[in-house]
């Protein structure tokens, strides 16, 4: 369930402190002597490396602290016979062991999925943990339940979710205390009728597996709170549900059911029962009605397919559902089909038959670059990237596929097209645009095969085959523009298509140009509007080959259509300065755009107007003092790099330092805005009559930043306090961390970060979301991490020390003696400033003496 996935940490908490047998031996806190990862009941090994080994070390010191552990992560990413011969130091080493967390999931493969760990099973002298009541097996490779498990008779909460179970055992109905369980995400066919003696159940989450039935002795768990079985394949359900008095909450979306009973529209303490997506073509009226029940995506009032079946034809069933999140990058088809949701808003059909046999497809979103986009003269980029692979895999029936994106303003004789590549060649799919809302559009297509998929904005494409006895082919675009093959234009039959895009100009109101392929073909074309004979096809433009005849009105077209007018911006936010927002605007844009920016942001006016092509590469180069504080992949020699696409968004969040000193003053720099390459589509002599209208081809523009002046003591005498910055953490007397601090501490972090937030607090679904919002940006998602969570603390007491905490817990104790080393020179700092105002006798502290510690402050 929802609730359970975001509230693993707490529920482990929990669990293991409910009123059961304790036993009598007092809590320590971890001694001087004692490693990191044992802090008082705790020994935390899942998030180091070698956690196994550092377990066996102790349990061979036989480590005293040992006997007071309560609760213990393990990572099961390790070497199985070293994972099976550490638990089984487990019992007699940790004897009152209260929580039990053995998960995989903390690695990721090469593609960012979350792999699982190595456990198959567990050793039997576990089932001797009388004390145990929080036991967390998720993310490993279990196919049967360890026998040990059922043995467990105090056992309150149980985990089982991303294995490959088929079923369950019947001994699981011993556990006559158990409270939670979860078997998400495996392989589960059928139920033991034991799970009904599980009477002191509350909370059971059983979806994504493959249920076709349920056992009728479900209808005993008397004390059962929320039942999760969605995304099974459940056809019906037993009517002993209605004797579930104490259900809240009951989900049952993404299956095969075609009725349910009509009594659960009386259960007492109901609150929501969730339907979606089924096969419920009836239901009774007092479910239809009832304000608690979700329905959607079910055929309620269309006729049965059975009843328009002869008899005895068997019944086929819609194809599964699949919903994806942020934190799965792959999806199983097999021949059965299924429908897929992506969490990135793309969704996928694959029909029956499409596969022979089960594949997995991985997917991945590309912020789009000149390497991945292929564009045309007039083509405008509407979407990401999206690859699909394994590449080249060929189907029996054409997957549908469907791609959202944000519709451009109405533009003449253009059309929305899937473009998509295969063989080194692009080529535009067949689309159908369907609206979602009314600024977002679907765009769907047939997928042949698997590859790179993007979405284009084009100029109507018309083709035609010209015979040797020619032909006439016209725009459907635009009906202006007609081309004439004459008789003997070509000497065997070829195929031609022709693009036509649409201008207005102060001579002509309707001036177009066709765009001819393919290319070597030889042929006299005649262009309605204007006589213009060209002897060669290929893909130019018929004015570029002909600019003899049409000359200026030419250029100033190619200019109107390829280019376009832009501002850039360049804003800090007004709660942390050192975080710089770089945007490129179209012109007509720009002001919308700061109305809703300038509630979190600061900064100078947008630039002048400037021009840029589609597709151009620009940079952003920090200048003057001010340098990108991090190493990011798309900072070449010190500069951001840009593509400019005209339909989306352009922008870019960076962190920025400084090596002055913004202790004496406030650092005065600027970024500035220099062109790179150009789409090779365009023609020279466009480019060269733009680089011709100033000075410097290359520089754009220059906006300035300002990293204001880190405040220290204003003010003497009584009264006088510390000029704090926003997000400082601690106190005058403690110490402080300022946000250069916070910055710094960030930049050490690096991939350890995860382990760090996780000891901080931060529930694991925030990460996720962190991961996804910023899955290109490490330097992003470490600092996102940190700010979100020292906002937070503001003002709360205690905030550097859980930090400290946090970083010894996982193994950083190399920044975490740096932040107390910052810590004493603020303290030193404060004593002294102390001392010159007059507030504290000469005596009244040593150096590096907390407050806490000092003698009373001398009257004033």
């Given amino acids: 369930m929802a609730a359970a996935a975001e509230g693993l940490e ?124 929080h036991l967390d097996l998720s993310f490993n490779k279990l196919v049967t339940l360890p026998a040990c498990v059922p043995q467990l008779r105090s056992l309150d909460t149980l985990l089982l979710s991303h294995n490959g179970l088929s079923e369950l055992p019947e001994t699981l109905g011993a556990l006559h205390v158990l409270t939670f369980l979860t078997v998400t995400h495996n392989c589960l066919q059928k139920l033991p009728p034991a799970l009904g003696a599980l009477s002191a159940l509350q909370q059971l989450d059983l979806s994504e597996n493959l249920l076709d039935t349920l056992p009728p002795e479900i209808g005993g768990l008397s004390n059962l709170t929320e039942l999760n079985l969605a995304s099974n394949r459940l056809q019906s359900l037993p009517v002993s549900l209605v004797g579930l008095r104490s259900l809240r909450l009951l989900v049952l979306h993404s299956n095969f059911l075609t009725s349910v009973p009509a009594g ?200 035609c085959l010209v015979p040797p006895e020619g032909t006439l082919l016209c725009s459907s675009g635009h009906p202006g523009v007609k081309v004439t093959f004459p008789p003997g234009a070509t000497e065997e039959p070829r195929h031609v298509s022709m693009q036509a895009s649409a201008w207005t100009t102060p001579a002509c109101t309707c001036c177009t140009g066709p765009l001819l392929q393919p290319p070597g073909m030889t042929s006299r074309l005649r262009w309605c509007w204007s006589s213009l004979t060209c002897m060669h096809a290929s893909r130019y433009w018929l004015w570029y080959t002909t600019k003899s005849c049409v000359g200026g009105l030419a250029r100033k077209a190619w200019e109107r259509l390829r280019l376009h007018q832009v501002n850039l911006i360049a804003l800090q936010r007004r709660r942390d300065p050192e975080q710089v927002l770089l945007q490129c605007l179209p012109r007509n844009k720009v002001d919308a755009t700061l109305r809703r920016l300038l509630e979190r942001y600061r900064g100078p006016e947008p630039s002048d107007t400037v021009e840029m092509f589609e597709g151009e590469k620009f940079f952003a180069a920090f200048e003057r003092g001010i ?140 990460l996720q979301r962190i991961r996804h919002e910023f899955r290109d940006d490490l330097d992003g998602q470490i600092r996102h991490m940190l700010f979100s969570w020292a906002e937070r603390q503001a003002g709360q007491p205690g905030a550097v020390e859980l930090l400290l905490q946090a970083l010894e817990q996982s193994d950083r104790q190399d920044v975490a003696e740096e932040v107390r080393a910052i810590l004493e020179l603020g303290r030193h700092k404060y004593q002294d400033s102390i001392r010159r105002t007059g507030l504290a006798a000469e005596d009244s502290a040593l150096p590096g003496t907390s407050a806490s510690q000092s003698t009373e402050p001398a009257q004033a």
Avoid at 23 to 47: K, M, T, Y
């Fill in 10 to 133: 707490s529920r482990e908490t929990a669990a293991a402190s409910k009123d059961a047998p304790r036993p009598a031996v007092e809590s320590v806190d971890a001694g001087p002597g004692a490693p990191p990862f044992l802090a008082g009941n705790r020994l935390n090994l899942d998030l180091y490396p070698k956690g196994c080994h550092q377990l066996l070390h102790l349990c061979a010191q036989h480590h005293q602290q040992l006997l007071q552990v309560e609760f213990l992560r393990l990572s099961t990413h390790e070497d199985p016979q070293l994972l099976e011969a550490t638990l089984a130091q487990v019992p007699g080493n940790l004897p009152h062991l209260r929580s039990l967390v053995l998960k995989g999931g903390q690695n990721r493969g090469a593609l960012g999925a979350c792999l699982q760990g190595t456990l198959t099973t567990l050793p039997t002298g576990l089932s001797t943990l009388a004390h145990l009541v």
């Fill in 264 to 463: 659960l529209a009386h259960l007492p303490l109901l609150t929501r029962l969730d339907l979606r997506d089924n096969q419920l073509r009836h239901l009774p009226p007092e479910l239809l009605d009832a304000p608690f029940v979700r329905l959607q995506g079910n055929p309620l009032g269309e006729a049965s397919p059975d009843s328009l079946s002869p008899p005895g034809t068997p019944q086929v069933l819609e194809m599964p559902k699949l919903f994806l999140t942020s934190d799965l990058d792959s999806f199983p088809v097999t021949p059965q089909g299924c429908s897929v949701t992506l969490a990135c808003g793309v969704r996928l059909r694959f029909p029956a038959g499409a596969t022979t046999t089960p594949i997995t497809v991985h997917y991945r979103l590309w912020l789009p670059e000149p390497a991945l986009v292929s564009l045309g003269p007039h083509d405008s980029l509407l979407s990401g990237v999206l690859e699909l692979w394994p590449h080249g895999v060929a189907f029996q029936q054409d997957v549908s596929l469907w791609l959202l994106f944000v519709p451009p303003r109405a533009r003449r004789c253009h059309e929305v097209v899937v473009r998509t590549r295969r063989d080194n060649s692009w080529s535009d799919l067949e689309t159908h645009l369907e609206e979602e809302a009314p600024k977002r559009l679907w765009a769907r297509c047939q997928v042949p095969h698997f590859s790179w998929f993007l979405v284009v904005l084009r100029p109507v494409s018309n083709a």
């Fill in 627 to 766: 340098d990108v504080d991090a190493d990011r992949p798309d900072c070449v020699e010190g500069r951001v790099c840009f593509v400019f696409y005209s339909h989306l968004k352009n922008l870019k969040e960076v962190y920025i330092t400084t090596a002055l000193d913004r202790e004496a003053q406030a650092v005065r720099g600027q970024v500035s805005f220099y062109r790179g390459s150009v789409p090779v589509e365009v023609p020279q002599e466009a480019e060269a009559a733009r680089q011709r209208k100033g000075a410097d081809a290359l520089w754009m523009a220059t906006l300035p930043i300002k990293l204001p002046r880190l405040q220290g003591l204003k003010g003497h005498g009584k009264g006088a306090r510390l000029s704090l910055a926003p997000l400082n953490l601690g106190d005058a007397e403690t110490g402080f961390l300022t946000q250069s601090n916070l910055l710094s501490v960030a930049g050490r972090l690096g991939p350890d970060w995860p382990a760090v937030a996780l000891h901080l607090g931060m529930p694991y679904r925030e």
